[in-house]
């Protein structure tokens, strides 16, 4: 049974920094492009940045030069280095795959983890 757990979240002021970690279970993770996405109130989930196995990475132009993606493929675990960060920031994290199709459909989406920034 595939698992993703998110943390590290919390509340912190703008331009401060927090990391996301977003730990893996019941599948091969090092086989995947992964990537973070955020969902903020009233708003679609949004896809912020992904990492590929070998940890080539891209980013949503709204974060660039300010977030950080990567991953430990040992400890099937994926990060998310947040600086600077800005109230629109604010968002349920969640880690999945970052390709999907009705062939391969997303994991099981974890709980996520709340990010609060205040002005």
């Known amino acids: 049974q595939v698992r993703l757990v998110e943390s590290g979240g919390g509340l912190v002021q703008a331009g401060g920094s927090l990391r996301l970690s977003c730990a893996a279970s019941g599948i091969i993770f090092s086989i995947y492009t992964m990537a973070w996405y955020r969902q903020a109130p009233g708003k679609q989930r949004e896809l912020v940045a992904r990492a590929t196995s070998g940890g080539a990475t891209n980013y949503a132009d709204s974060v660039k030069e300010r977030f950080t993606i990567s991953r430990d493929n040992a400890k099937n675990t994926m990060y998310l280095q947040m600086n600077s960060l800005k109230p629109e920031d604010t968002a349920v994290y969640y880690c999945?795959?970052?390709?999907?199709?009705?062939?391969?459909?997303?994991?099981?989406w974890g709980q996520g983890t709340q990010v609060t920034v205040s002005s």
């Open positions: 999945n795959r970052a390709y999907a199709s009705s062939e391969s459909p997303y994991f099981e």
